[in-house]
């Protein structure tokens, strides 16, 4: 008899925390007078995946985000990662383990369009993926050998899917065709992200800086769909402006 799977039950987690050192109090940045971690939030509820939590270590945090509407789950403050902070997140907010999907939007994307999220999710249809994330196609050519710019190298499984081999700061892989921009979004099987929190760092994760190389080098499997465009990423003041110019709209009470 075929194996019958549960359905899918997706929680969406945001981790959020004040230690940036590039940009400090990053999630309170202000963007056309909300901060930014509530312009994340809306991103992620207006995909439509499932609930939405903040997961933060900070007291502010946790006002701004409650006073918008949204929920909130106080965590330590001493986790090296977001999969550490949102793993310990869901332990508290599901104990009886009613959600098997947890979807990691990270709290510096306030430029995200929604459908990515929502896009996620398709490769765990397959009951063969562990982990499932988004890639773009790298069309700037100086992108192409920026070590701050992330390749995903993968064989692609159907049209705009790959199963991922690799991850690096490297040009790759070399030859003609395509390099792919890996974008730091996962969609994670409940007792995938659980097992990852658990395995210590693999040497090719030091060597490359790279958290997702954990899983690889564990033999678990991440699927990447591949989408139109990187959301932009905040992590400097310069990164901060362009926010506020991409999000005009919002200030001028335009629908997003």
């Known amino acids: 008899m075929p194996t019958v799977r549960a359905p899918s039950r997706p929680l969406v987690l945001v981790p959020a925390r004040l230690g940036a050192t590039r940009l400090p109090n990053k999630p309170l940045a202000d963007i056309h007078g909300e901060p930014m971690i509530v312009h994340v939030w809306r991103r992620a509820m207006e995909a439509g995946v499932g609930p939405v939590v903040v997961a933060t270590d900070s007291a502010e945090v946790a006002d701004v985000v409650t006073k918008a509407g949204g929920q909130v789950a106080m965590t330590r403050a001493d986790h090296p990662t977001g999969s550490d902070r949102i793993c310990e997140a869901l332990g508290a907010i599901d104990p009886d383990r009613d959600f098997n999907i947890v979807v990691n939007v990270q709290g510096d994307l306030p430029t995200l369009d929604p459908t990515v999220v929502r896009r996620s999710l398709t490769p765990l249809e397959d009951p063969d993926v562990d982990i499932a ?46 390099l792919y921009h890996h974008i730091g979004l996962y969609a994670y099987r409940r007792e995938a992200l659980e097992r990852f929190v658990k395995l210590p760092p693999s040497p090719l994760e030091t060597r490359e800086k790279l958290e997702q190389l954990r899983a690889i080098e564990a033999g678990m499997r991440i699927d990447a769909v591949k989408v139109d465009a990187v959301p932009l990423g905040v992590d400097t003041a310069e990164d901060l402006e362009r926010a506020r110019l991409m999000l005009i709209h919002v200030a001028e009470g335009v629908p997003s």
């Open 133 to 178: 994330t988004l890639v773009a196609e790298i069309v700037r050519e100086e992108e192409k050998t920026a070590p701050s710019v992330v390749k995903m190298v993968g064989s692609e499984v159907s049209p705009g899917r790959f199963r991922c081999l690799y991850f690096t700061r490297a040009t790759a892989p070399t030859g003609p065709g395509p």
